[in-house]
């Protein structure tokens, strides 16, 4: 079906951000067009981000838990090995039909999906290089730019996607390497660091900075950071790789200190860019109608998701903000709720944001930095899972609940939890915050026995009066 018809809503892309925006509109009884390049729906998100990494993450942590934790509990196995392409294999089963589901749910809300690249012709029409050849002009009343985001390249790596690659191709490496290095300790290269670690991998991750993760909690990060050296993972902080040769058998990275000074080399088998992601506008002709963007490429936006040109908004990687799926998935929803003429809201500081290691690192809203740059007086309540009968039930007790509220109102003004299912324990801290919820609310919300949650509430506890278990 072609486009031409007029729409009342038009999305670039077909990611978390511009699916959920075109079922979104669609549901709101708008006619709605999705233009999408890649051949598939769900971005990078569903192909080769979000899901993809955590089906290997998942089956890694299967294989290392057999090999290593299995006698613990009383497992015998007379051998445990990886088949690495049954391992792909179930990784792209599982992409497989998510995308596809996502082309159901667009038939099932009437939403029109042309597979093609599109481009803007005016603030009204964009027109489409269409997959199967030829080309079309999609008209929309409004049109949303949801095409996401890119991986960050170097200045002198060049990536090849076998023996230097990007986190895709790190989620598809055809056999595991001996030596892995990871350029850049954010949580892309931590996740991906860990899945080649557990499956046998000497890993080591270099990072230009002080800090793994910087935008984690200082002491909770300590903890993370400790935990990812006692399963093997090697830090080299501060320091900028200069280059890399490839001209051998394997990788010579050369290595400087941030701060100038002596240059080291370090081998490696495969090397995994992961300095960061940048926001993917190539070939949309954004100047030919004038929409304005940022030194760092990102379209600006006002609170309405709307461009400077009228008609035209942008939602998910490529505006400032987070960049992350959920956060693109409600843009899109607060996007399309306003041009509906209805209200929309998202709040930036209530993004969770969960690294998918083994333990997790899970937070949402500010941390113990942050609060301490606000002025406010506040108290800390912490608890560690050791204590946690859950966790010590079944043997996986590394990790802490940390929560910071205000001392005079004892409002929550942040919850860091590390633990195993951490990106899923924090969703009661996200909903105390969007409540405006004290610590106190949370420790007298009756918690079931024996959970994880338990250390929240004990967290809580521990914030405004004082823990039982502890
Ligand atoms: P994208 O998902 O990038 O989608 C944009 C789409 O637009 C793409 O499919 C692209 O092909 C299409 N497009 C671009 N230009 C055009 C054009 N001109 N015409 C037609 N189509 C176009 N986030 C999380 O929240 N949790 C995670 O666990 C997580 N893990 C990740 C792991 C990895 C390895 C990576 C790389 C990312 C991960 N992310 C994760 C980030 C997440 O993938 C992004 O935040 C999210 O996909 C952004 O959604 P988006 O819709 O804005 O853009």
Redesign the pocket.
């Known amino acids: 079906a072609s486009g031409s018809d007029d729409n009342d809503v038009v999305v670039?892309?077909?990611?978390?951000?511009?699916?959920v925006a075109a079922i979104k509109a669609a549901q709101l009884g708008l006619k709605t067009t999705c233009?999408?390049?890649?051949g598939t729906?769900?971005?990078?998100?569903?192909?080769?981000?979000?899901i993809?990494?955590?089906a290997l993450l998942h089956s890694s942590h299967m294989y290392h838990e057999a090999k290593h934790s299995f006698p613990h509990h009383g497992i015998k196995l007379a051998s445990v090995e990886v088949d690495l392409p049954a391992m792909m294999g179930q990784k792209d089963k599982a992409v497989g039909n998510l995308t596809k589901g996502i082309e159901g749910l667009f038939k099932k809300n009437k939403v029109n999906y042309v597979k093609?690249?599109?481009?803007f012709l005016s603030p009204s029409e964009v027109s489409?290089d269409t997959l199967e050849g030829g080309s079309t002009i999609v008209k929309g009343k409004n049109i949303i730019i949801?095409?996401?985001?890119?991986?960050k390249s170097l200045p002198g790596i060049t990536i090849d996607e076998e023996r230097i690659v990007s986190?895709?191709g790190?989620?598809a490496l055809k056999e595991v390497p001996k030596r892995l290095v990871v350029i850049g300790a954010g949580?892309?290269g931590l996740?991906?660091g860990s899945v080649w670690g557990r499956l046998g991998s000497e890993v080591t991750v270099v990072e230009f900075g002080p800090d793994i993760v910087p935008t984690m909690d200082g002491e909770v990060r300590k903890q993370f950071q400790r935990s990812l050296e006692k399963q093997k993972m090697k830090f080299i902080l501060k320091t900028k790789v200069v280059s890399v040769d490839t001209t051998g058998n394997g990788v010579k990275l050369t290595l400087e200190p941030a701060a100038g000074g002596d240059q080291t080399s370090l081998e490696a088998d495969v090397v995994l860019v992961s300095a960061g992601?940048v926001p993917?506008?190539?070939?949309?002709e954004l100047d030919k109608i004038g929409v304005e963007t940022d030194k760092a490429g990102r379209i600006l936006v006002n609170e309405r998701f709307a461009t400077n040109v009228p008609g035209v908004y942008a939602?998910?990687?490529?505006i400032p903000g987070p960049?992350?799926?959920?956060?693109?998935e409600e843009?899109?929803v607060a996007c399309v709720e306003y041009i509906a003429g209805k209200e929309g809201h998202v709040d930036y500081d209530l993004v969770p944001g969960?690294v998918?290691t083994h333990p997790e690192v899970a937070s949402v809203g500010k941390t113990e930095e942050q609060v301490k740059t606000l002025g406010v007086d506040y108290r800390v309540g912490k608890f560690p899972f050791l204590a946690n009968s859950r966790a010590k039930a079944i043997d996986d007790a590394e990790g802490v609940v940390k929560i910071l509220a205000e001392k005079e109102t004892d409002k929550i003004l942040g919850v860091h939890i590390m633990a195993p299912n951490a990106g899923e324990l924090i969703h009661e801290a996200a909903l105390a915050l969007q409540y405006g919820a004290s610590s106190e609310d949370i420790a007298r919300t009756c918690h079931a026995h024996p959970t994880m949650s338990e250390a929240v509430k004990e967290a809580a506890m521990a914030t405004y009066d004082k823990p039982i278990h502890i």
Do not use: W
Not at 146 to 151: F, K, Y
């Open positions: 670039i892309g077909g990611g978390p951000g511009g699916y233009i999408e390049k890649r729906l769900g971005g990078t998100c569903l192909n080769v981000g979000c993809p990494s955590k093609g690249y599109g481009k489409v949801a095409t996401g985001s890119d991986v986190s895709t790190a989620l949580y892309i996740e991906m992601r993917f506008t190539a070939g949309l939602i998910g990687d490529v960049m992350l799926a959920h956060k693109a843009d899109g969960v998918y």
